[in-house]
Nanobody, 124 residues
Framework: QVQLRESGGGSVQAGDSLKLSCTVSGRTHVTSIIGWFRQAPGKDREFVAAISWSGATTYYAKSVEGRFTVSKDGAGSTVWLQMNSLKPEDTAAYYC?????????????????WGPGTPVTVSS
């Protein structure tokens, strides 16, 4: 089993920045991809960004590309999501999750383990 926990969420104004953390523990050797997803009230969960366990490869949703940066602490077990130029439409609960392999990495349904989420609220 892999355990994940997000932190760093909060309430900010439009244009501000937040940095989310995802701490991964447990059987990390079965993990190769860490994905960030978000879910706004009444909406489906959507892909935000993903990073390989090595940190060498990253992908982003078009809606956040250029504003968000996903990174990892080298050989460690923490993944960050730096969110800049936040917009009200970024308001959601943010989750990190793990899977093995890049196949369908934007599909939240095939990720194996999830953190409890951290809320982000952006006011205009």
């Amino acid at each position: 089993q892999v355990q994940l926990r997000e932190s760093g969420g909060g309430s900010v104004q439009a244009g501000d920045s937040l940095k989310l953390s995802c701490t991964v523990s447990g059987r990390t050797h079965v993990t190769s991809i860490i994905g960030w997803f978000r879910q706004a009230p009444g909406k489906d969960r959507e892909f935000v960004a993903a990073i390989s366990w090595s940190g060498a490869t990253t992908y982003y949703a078009k809606s956040v590309e250029g504003r968000f940066t996903v990174s990892k602490d080298g050989a460690g077990s923490t993944v960050w999501l730096q969110m800049n130029s936040l917009k009200p439409e970024d308001t959601a609960a943010y989750y990190c999750a793990t899977k093995f392999g890049w196949t369908a990495y934007t599909n939240y349904r095939i990720y194996n383990s999830w953190g409890p989420g951290t809320p982000v609220t952006v006011s205009s």
